[in-house]
């Protein structure tokens, strides 16, 4: 029950910045990646599970929000929130490369993937890259330093220990 | 959190199988899922945080805004009791002529609540719907231009399609010329606002201002669109492609006026 609550309280927080504050900076080129960022930040803390779940919930509530296409983002959401939950227990989480190069390759994945359905395709790739690529590279230094900022205002790792899958050892 | 999710591997894959089954099914059918609902339940539900989160905002710029809006205040004023002295003359040539009295907008004030889209907004929720007057098909303006149209109401508050949404199409002519065309959000190779099924044989310059078109069953007529910035043709060669900048600055909306669409005027008395 408390994991459903913290889920859906970083929901709400979530959407709420990104139709206020990041939109104001999306509509001037700076996309700061919001969905990615809780993403992986959950997979990373809460493993798998968690991880794929948070992807699709937020997914799903920002294709409903945008009107079209209705999947892409959580569908896309889903398979990095998994894929970067079970990863998690073999990287150096609290590491500012890790987590860096995990925020640049998934906002590009994230972006890449929901920006093709814009297109039709990839007959405007040129664009899609473009755009794909300044998301990642705004993203990735400002996650690390939000992480690295939470990390110093509560006093410890904020990724504690992954659940464990039976007879695997970290 | 292991207690409501099973850790173990093989039930993580089953989810993330079954959460893939579901995006995939709503990609498929996701248009028959009533969204319009959902987005209601969500705006309304986010409205008071919104207000919240904006409040700061608000408050950072009131200072600056109020003085540029004091500066605006006097020039406009100015230029009003210019142009009464011009409607007066106006009305007697057009009653001399028999022509039509032009019906004035009716407009109302409403904050803009949340932006969806990125890089740039493709629909906004606005902070008055269906218990304020705002009707389904009301034009979006602010003081400098179109913003878009309003397609959703749930009651105290209302979504606007931007006229950067994909589907968004708004009947323009050329100020100057009444060259007609059709205003499109085109995202490939790059988004941009086209101004599209003009032929050749009409000329359409650089600089020209668009307005909404005497033909538009959706905006009332002459609301300033936006400039022509780029003449081109179109992929298929047969008419032309323009490229406009917005008139209405559609990163920074703050507050939008909701002006009756043609449908709301023609229901009036």
């Known amino acids: ?13 979530v959407l709420l910045l990104r139709s206020t504050a990041l939109s104001a900076f999306a509509a ?20 798998p599970s968690w991880g794929a779940t948070f992807g699709f919930a937020i997914g799903l509530c920002a294709d409903v929000d945008a009107g079209h296409w209705l999947g892409r983002h959580a569908l896309v959401l889903t398979l990095l929130g998994y894929f970067f939950g079970r990863i998690a ?22 972006q ?5 359905f814009e297109l039709g395709g990839l007959t405007g790739w040129a ?8 998301a990642a590279i705004v993203t990735a230094p400002v996650g690390t330093l939000l992480l690295w900022a939470g990390r110093r205002m509560i006093g410890h790792s904020l990724f504690g220990n992954v659940p464990v899958q039976p007879g695997k050892a970290l | 959190m292991g207690g409501l999710l099973p850790p173990a591997e093989r039930r993580s894959s089953v989810l993330v199988a079954l959460y ?22 969500g705006a309304t539900l986010f409205a008071p945080l919104d207000h919240v989160v904006l409040a700061a905002d608000r408050l950072w710029s009131a200072s600056g805004e109020n003085r540029a809006l004091h500066e605006r205040l006097t020039g406009l004023e100015l230029e009003n009791a210019r142009l ?8 007697r040539l057009r009653d001399e002529l028999d022509l039509p009295a032009v019906r004035e907008h009716r407009m109302k004030a409403v904050e803009v609540l949340a932006l969806t889209g990125e890089p740039y907004p493709a629909a906004a929720t606005l902070s008055a719907g269906r218990r304020h007057g705002v009707r389904e098909g009301d034009a979006v303006v602010t003081s400098t231009g179109l913003v878009g149209r309003v397609t959703e109401i749930y009651g105290g508050l209302s979504r606007a399609t931007l006229l950067t949404d994909p589907n968004a199409a708004v009947a323009c002519e050329v100020e100057s010329t009444g060259v007609l065309g059709v205003l499109r959000f085109a995202a490939v190779p790059s988004p941009r606002l086209l101004l599209t099924g003009v032929p050749f044989s009409d000329t359409v310059q650089v600089g020209q201002r668009l307005l909404t078109s005497g033909y538009s069953r ?7 669109v936006g400039r022509v910035t780029r003449l081109g043709r179109d992929a298929s060669g047969l008419t032309q492609s323009i490229e406009v900048q917005p008139e209405a600055r559609l990163s920074r909306l703050r507050h939008v006026f909701v002006v009756p669409g043609p449908g709301s005027l023609e229901s009036q008395p």
């Open chain 1, 1 to 13: 029950m408390k994991g459903l609550v913290a889920l859906l309280v970083g929901l709400v927080v």
């Open chain 1, 28 to 47: 001037r080129g700076i996309v700061i990646d919001i969905l990615t960022f809780a993403t992986v930040f959950w997979a990373l803390r809460h493993g």
């Open chain 1, 89 to 110: 227990a073999t990287l150096v989480r609290d590491s500012a490369r890790s987590q860096i190069v995990l925020l640049f390759f998934a906002t590009f994945v994230h």
């Open chain 1, 112 to 116: 890449a993937a929901t920006v093709s």
């Open chain 1, 127 to 134: 664009y899609l890259v473009m755009r794909s690529l300044v």
């Open chain 2, 20 to 41: 893939v089954a579901l995006s995939l099914l709503l990609l498929t059918m996701g248009d028959r899922v009533p969204q319009a609902s959902l987005r209601g339940a």
């Open chain 2, 84 to 91: 009464r002295g011009l409607v007066v003359e106006n009305q």
């Open chain 2, 218 to 224: 959706r905006y009332p007529r002459g609301i300033p």
